[in-house]
T-cell receptor, first 115, second 115 residues
Framework: GAVVSQHPSRVICKSGTSVKIECRSLDFQATTMFWYRQFPKQSLMLMATSNEGSKATYEQGVEKDKFLINHASLTLSTLTVTSAHPEDSSFYICSSTGSSYNEQFFGPGTRLTVL | GENVEQHPSTLSVQEGDSAVIKCTYSDSASNYFPWYKQELGKRPQLIIDIRSNVGEKKDQRIAVTLNKTAKHFSLHITETQPEDSAVYFC??????????????FGKGTHLIIQP
């Protein structure tokens, strides 16, 4: 299967700061990338879908001005959590797929803790 | 939007016995139904998936059945082993199917294999 990486794997920040998470497809061109959020002992919730070169499509209830998504190339998408607050603490997981695939490949996730 | 219900939330079975996890979905347009296994702090791993043109699919000890009329699908694990212990999520997506669309996940089932 295809390989997806995320960086950083873990981040701790102070309330009010912004945090950027990177998602990379290492061995394929990702035409579509997805961002999910998972709170402890809960399920994954789709936040947004991004296609290379286009604006991201956000799910209902997800603030696009707070969770900035950039998908500038076929191998990189970034999620920036702006003005993070303790309630934003969560496990953020990206996934991506390419034109040759019919499944999503998940990254290892980023554990965000906002103090 | 799509809503996926998953039962049970916890399932404990004796090693060697079978385990069955059931999911229902609300949107008849959904046509792709993957199952994921997630260990604590790790990324979800695709274990099997099924598309709407198929009623059943099997891969060694794992099988999935789909009833489109009733809008439910089930995961069957036979001859369970201790390494099967994990949280299992069902998911559904609408559209072209496969990996190109965002996934709606069930709430998860914590499967415990008793030695």
């Amino acid at each position: 299967g295809a390989v997806v990486s995320q960086h950083p794997s873990r981040v701790i920040c102070k309330s009010g700061t912004s945090v950027k998470i990177e998602c990379r497809s290492l061995d394929f061109q990702a035409t579509t990338m997805f961002w999910y959020r998972q709170f402890p002992k809960q399920s994954l919730m789709l936040m947004a879908t991004s296609n290379e070169g286009s604006k991201a499509t956000y799910e209902q209830g997800v603030e696009k001005d707070k969770f900035l998504i950039n998908h500038a190339s076929l191998t990189l998408s970034t999620l920036t959590v702006t003005s993070a607050h303790p309630e934003d603490s969560s496990f953020y997981i990206c996934s991506s797929t390419g034109s040759s695939y019919n499944e999503q490949f998940f990254g290892p996730g980023t554990r965000l803790t906002v103090l | 939007g799509e809503n996926v219900e998953q039962h049970p939330s916890t399932l404990s079975v004796q090693e060697g016995d079978s385990a069955v996890i059931k999911c229902t979905y609300s949107d008849s347009a959904s046509n792709y139904f993957p199952w994921y296994k997630q260990e604590l702090g790790k990324r979800p791993q695709l274990i099997i998936d099924i598309r709407s043109n198929v009623g059943e699919k099997k891969d060694q000890r794992i099988a999935v059945t789909l009833n489109k009329t009733a809008k439910h699908f089930s995961l069957h694990i036979t001859e369970t082993q201790p390494e099967d212990s994990a949280v299992y999520f069902c998911a559904a997506s609408i559209g072209s199917g496969g990996g190109a669309d965002g996934l709606t996940f069930g709430k998860g089932t914590h499967l415990i294999i008793q030695p």
